[in-house]
Structures are given as structure tokens and as C-alpha cells.
């Protein structure tokens, strides 16, 4: 990504990843602690979305700094 207003767009639009992922995360765990009636599963939840959210912004910041790596990922 050349252009600087792009990379900018690219890298604000990476706030949302992690917050989204542990919400996600977190509200499917509370549906499975309803379900069994445990309370547990919401932090479960909540780490494996904070461990997915992060591991998605560093790809992405990866793609946006080097570029795409497979021939058929055009970077859009």
C-alpha cells in the first residue's frame, strides 16, 4: 500500500478488530453459560477472543506494511 491516506484508513479501521473479536467471543461464551448453567465460559470467551482479535490485527498489519503474499490475494 503506497499511498499514505490508504495506510492510514487501513491501520484506524484496525480499532475495532480486537474490541469486536472479545465481544463476539465474550457473548458467545455467555450463551454457552446460560445453556449449561456454568460461569465460566464467558471469560473463556473473552481470552480466546482477545488471542483471535490480536492474532487478526497482526496479519493485517503485516498485509498492510509487506503487501499480499499469495498470487491470488489482491490486497483489497
Not at 499511498?3 to 461464551?29: I, R, T
Not at 470467551?45 to 490475494?73: C, S
Request: glycine share 14%; charged share 20%.
Amino acid at each position: 500500500m503506497k499511498n499514505p491516506w490508504a495506510k492510514g484508513g487501513a491501520y484506524a479501521g484496525l480499532a475495532f478488530v480486537l474490541p469486536a473479536a472479545m465481544y463476539g467471543a465474550y457473548l458467545a461464551g455467555e450463551w454457552v453459560d446460560r445453556q449449561l448453567g456454568t460461569k465460566i465460559f464467558y471469560l473463556v470467551g473473552i481470552i480466546a477472543g482477545f488471542a483471535a482479535g490480536l492474532w487478526e490485527t497482526m496479519r493485517q498489519v503485516d498485509r498492510i506494511e509487506n503487501g499480499p503474499r499469495r498470487k491470488n490475494e489482491t490486497g483489497r
